[in-house]
């Protein structure tokens, strides 16, 4: 038999043990809950919107408007679709809204490849952001980076931590969270948590870099326990040219895609032209602008 006085010791720590089980895990706020605090809004931001979705690749197709300012000012319309694999080889199709293909792009660790089917030309740029910057394309970052975001991860843009935080005066009372390194140096997010604008650089140069922003204009609306999915995203750069998306659909592949639906194959005969050696007059504008057809 077991003497009572042994039994009072196992008692109390069986009682210690589960207040530390029980405060340790502690509910998480769900989706959409109002946030007291940067630090709660930093987490709940963290838990619900950097992470990797459990799939191999993803598709997305969205309508594009964007303004481009050289040659000269310009707004178009146009149809956009995005594929490939997470952390591998991403496509890009642009085409008007009669369904012309106008460009097709192509993303791998050996850069950017861009290929204009009208014109015959194509262009090659060792930096995927920096080659779609010089392309006049609304993008500020790579395609890997953008098929993420439009899939609700932004992990690849966020720093794990920030240097300081505050909340807003104003009546929506959101959060801002800046960054002492790399190329993002704010974001903001919503009373529950939620990216709404985020502003940054294009290189870690201050000398040739350019600024931009990413706006989320509005959330679909999901599953009450599930975080809302961004359906509408306005990209800008300093120099006044921007891309506004509204993301018709979203799917995510259990498989990567086959290689044949990466690939881009240019036809014979032409040779892509570097943009990374400083080809590329920016007044008379040499390379090609992606037009709808009117």
Known sequence: MIHQNLLKPLATSAVALLLVLAFGCAPKAPPGTPLTSPDAA????RRYYCVAPKAAGMKVKASLYYTRIKPRK????TIMTIWGDFGGTMRLDIAASIGKLL???REDDNGLLVFYPSDEEAYTHINPVLGATRLGMPFPFSLSELGNVLVGNFSELAPKRYSTAERT????GEYVFTFKTGLVSAITLDIIGRPVHIEGRTT???????????EVDRFENGAPDKAPLPEKITFALDNGEKGVLHIKSR???L???????????????IDPVR???GYHDQETGDIPVVYEDK
């Open 255 to 269: 498989k990567t895609w086959p290689a044949k639906s990466l690939n881009l194959t240019l036809p014979d005969g």
């Open 103 to 105: 460009a097709h792009i």
């Open 275 to 277: 943009l990374d050696n």
């Open 42 to 45: 930093w987490k709940s931001f």
């Open 74 to 77: 310009r707004t178009n319309r």
């Open 204 to 214: 870690k140069s201050y000398d040739t870099a350019r600024t931009w922003t990413l």
């Open 251 to 253: 799917e995510l592949m």
């Open 169 to 172: 005066s104003s009546s929506q």
